[in-house]
Each structure stands twice: as C-alpha cells, then as structure tokens.
C-alpha cells in the first residue's frame, strides 16, 4: 500500500484538527479503524490508533457521546468537559501525520491542528448553546446529525480531494467565526436578561438567535 503524498498528509493533517474540536471521539475511532482495515496507509505516528484496545475505548466513547450530544443542557455540559481535552487532541493529532522525524512540520501541524480544533469547539459549544435557549429539541438533534456526519465526510475528504477539503475547511471556517459571533452576541444578552431579572430591573426580552422569518399573511386571512 502505498504511503500518503504530502498534500494528503498535510489536509488530514488539517481535517484531524478541525473534526477533533467537534467529535474527538469518533475521529480517533474512524482514523484507527481506516488504519485497522487497510483503507489508509496510517502514518507511523497515527499507528497506535489502530490498536484494538484504543479502537474499543474510542468506539465505546463514540457510543456515549452520540446520545450525550443530543440531550439539550447535557450537551453543553459535555461541550465544557471537553474544551481542555478537544484542543490539545487535536493539536497532538495534527503533529502525529508528520511525527518526529518532520520536527518542524509536526510543530507547525500542531499549532494549526489546535488552532481548527479550538475554532470548531467554540463554533460547535456556542451554537449549541444558543440552539438549547429553544424549547423544542428537534433543532438540537439536527444540529447534532450534521456534526455527526460531517466528521466522517471531512476525513474522507482530506484524503481523496485534498484541494477540494482545503476549499471546503476556507468555507467551513468563514462560517464558524459568523456562527462564533451571532451565538456569542445572543448568549452575552441572555446572560444579561438574567441579571436584570435576579436584580429585579425590568427585562425586556431576547429575541432568538436563529430563527425563521415568516412571510407576511395576505390581508384578509
């Protein structure tokens, strides 16, 4: 089988980062398990994931965080547990496609690697954040899906389209830093809603962070 060239190392590198600051847990499950089944040829730095024992700690992992990920309120429980375990996964993921023997590659993978995950990870907590304001939890479930399918699809990607993932990880990115600050804005004014309630001043209310615009009935309707 032959090894990866250097532009598919350097977008799993990138895709490694990015999809561990959304699903650590399934990335070091499908990453190992492509290396178990001979799909990928695994750099000597991600071999270890290929283990039996990690595949069975990953998958049994993978299996709580599903469910965990779709109950609102314990999702974004979840997501604070894991803000200091995502980044530095991967950022240790990233270097890990270069290893040792590429010193300064395997730096540079790490800073970027940690930097994707840190951007995803605050894209995916703030918006779900946002998103359990709603009563309904249907949203959340959707949201949860998306992300679910999207680390699979990002890996794939980075392997067979590295140009392509690089394109997609731009627009991906241009997305999260908007999602970053519409979540952010909306959560800074509930969190000051709450203080004038507790303070007893008079509360004006919060208008939804996503939500659907409605067209304008016909008169007479």
Do not use: C
Not at 96 to 110: Q, R, S, T, W, Y
């Amino acid at each position: 089988m032959e090894s990866l060239t250097t532009p598919e190392l350097i977008a799993l590198a990138g895709a490694l980062g990015w999809a561990s600051g959304v699903r650590l847990y399934l990335v070091v499950f499908l990453t190992g398990l492509a290396g178990y089944l001979g799909w990928i040829p695994l750099p000597a730095g991600l071999q270890l994931l290929a283990h039996p024992a990690v595949l069975i700690a990953s998958g049994f992992m993978v299996f709580v965080e599903f469910f965990a990920d779709k109950i609102p309120g314990l999702d974004s429980l979840w997501d604070i547990v894991h803000t200091v375990i995502r980044v530095p996964a991967g950022a240790a993921l990233a270097a890990a496609v270069f290893g040792a023997d590429h010193g300064a590659m395997a730096l540079v993978a790490a800073l970027v690697g940690g930097g994707l995950a840190a951007t995803a990870h605050t894209a995916k907590a703030t918006t779900r954040a946002a998103i359990n304001t709603s009563p309904e939890p249907f949203t959340n479930v959707g949201a949860s899906l998306v992300e679910d399918s999207a680390v699979p699809a990002s890996l794939w990607l980075a392997v067979a389209h590295p140009l392509a993932f690089g394109v997609v990880l731009v627009l991906v990115l241009v997305l999260s830093v908007w999602l970053i600050r519409k979540s952010w804005r909306f959560l800074k004014m509930l969190f000051g809603r709450l203080a004038r309630i507790f303070s007893g001043k008079p509360d004006p209310g919060v208008t939804p962070a996503f939500q659907l615009k409605k067209k304008d009935s016909p008169q007479g309707e």
